[in-house]
């Protein structure tokens, strides 16, 4: 092959490649016009394989419940005031009697309440019969003249609230549920601030009978 026929086949071939990428060139411009600049993004970053191949990110702890700390019923005062100091619950002291029909009809209609149920499981609670001398001394002790009656106190012995009334299902659960004196007992911190929910005294009759004067020995 002479110097001149290899020049004119080596200028042919460079031809060929010039038209070959100007037609690619071309065509790709127009692929483009086609399509959304996000599309043309993701085809050229984004490949489907690192989707199949990412590593698992941790996932966030999930938060665990706080276990809520339920109360009791115990049989005596003193039991409820020493589980009381040790639990870090209020302790409920509902007073009554064999005598009292208000009594009765708050064993039978209020107390199985499922929403007074609830708020109970906040306290220790402790019926207390006024017939026998010695709880006679507990209810002069808070005050107690009329039974139905119902005394929020703690381990110090402290009345933070007081009433003395048969109440329905609905007035019971709301008269329970005391946040403020919660929080005390959570914090550790039993104020005296607290005599101030509902604090009812014992001078007043409420409307309508709804409750038995207790008989003074």
């Given at each position: 092959?002479?110097?001149?026929?290899?020049?004119?086949?080596?200028?042919?071939?460079?031809?060929?490649?010039?038209?070959?990428?100007?037609?690619?060139?071309?065509?790709s411009?127009?692929?483009?016009?086609?399509?959304?600049?996000?599309?043309?993004?993701?085809?050229?970053?984004?490949?489907?394989?690192?989707?199949?191949?990412?590593?698992?990110?941790?996932?966030?702890?999930?938060?665990?419940?706080?276990?809520?700390?339920?109360?009791?019923?115990?049989?005596?005062?003193?039991?409820?005031?020493?589980?009381?100091?040790?639990?870090?619950?209020?302790?409920?002291?509902i007073?009554?009697?064999n005598?009292?029909?208000?009594?009765?009809?708050?064993?039978?209609?209020?107390y199985?309440?499922?929403?007074?149920?609830?708020?109970?499981?906040?306290?220790?609670?402790?019926?207390?019969?006024?017939?026998?001398?010695?709880?006679?001394?507990?209810?002069?002790?808070?005050?107690?003249?009329?039974?139905?009656?119902?005394?929020?106190?703690?381990?110090?012995?402290?009345?933070?609230?007081?009433e003395?009334?048969?109440?329905?299902s609905?007035?019971?659960?709301?008269?329970?549920?005391?946040?403020?004196?919660?929080?005390?007992?959570?914090?550790?911190?039993?104020?005296?601030?607290?005599?101030?929910?509902?604090?009812?005294?014992?001078?007043?009759?409420?409307?309508?009978?709804?409750?038995?004067?207790?008989?003074?020995?």
């Open positions: 092959m002479t110097n001149k026929t290899l020049f004119l086949f080596i200028a042919a071939m460079f031809a060929i490649l010039v038209v070959f990428a100007s037609y690619n060139y071309k065509h411009k127009e692929l483009a016009a086609d399509k959304p600049s996000e599309q043309i993004w993701d085809e050229q970053i984004w490949d489907d394989s690192w989707d199949k191949n990412k590593p698992d990110l941790p996932k966030a702890p999930e938060k665990q419940p706080i276990e809520k700390k339920k109360g009791s019923v115990v049989a005596s005062y003193e039991r409820a005031v020493e589980l009381s100091a040790k639990e870090g619950i209020p302790v409920l002291l007073f009554g009697n005598h009292c029909k208000y009594c009765k009809t708050m064993e039978k209609e209020v199985p309440n499922k929403q007074v149920k609830d708020m109970l499981d906040n306290y220790i609670v402790c019926k207390i019969n006024t017939g026998s001398r010695k709880n006679a001394q507990v209810a002069k002790k808070f005050g107690v003249e009329y039974v139905p009656a119902f005394v929020i106190t703690n381990s110090k012995e402290e009345k933070l609230k007081f003395q009334k048969s109440m329905n609905e007035s019971f659960s709301k008269w329970l549920d005391n946040p403020s004196i919660y929080d005390q007992f959570k914090e550790g911190n039993k104020k005296d601030s607290a005599k101030q929910d509902d604090d009812r005294s014992t001078e007043e009759e409420p409307s309508g009978r709804s409750r038995t004067r207790i008989e003074q020995e």
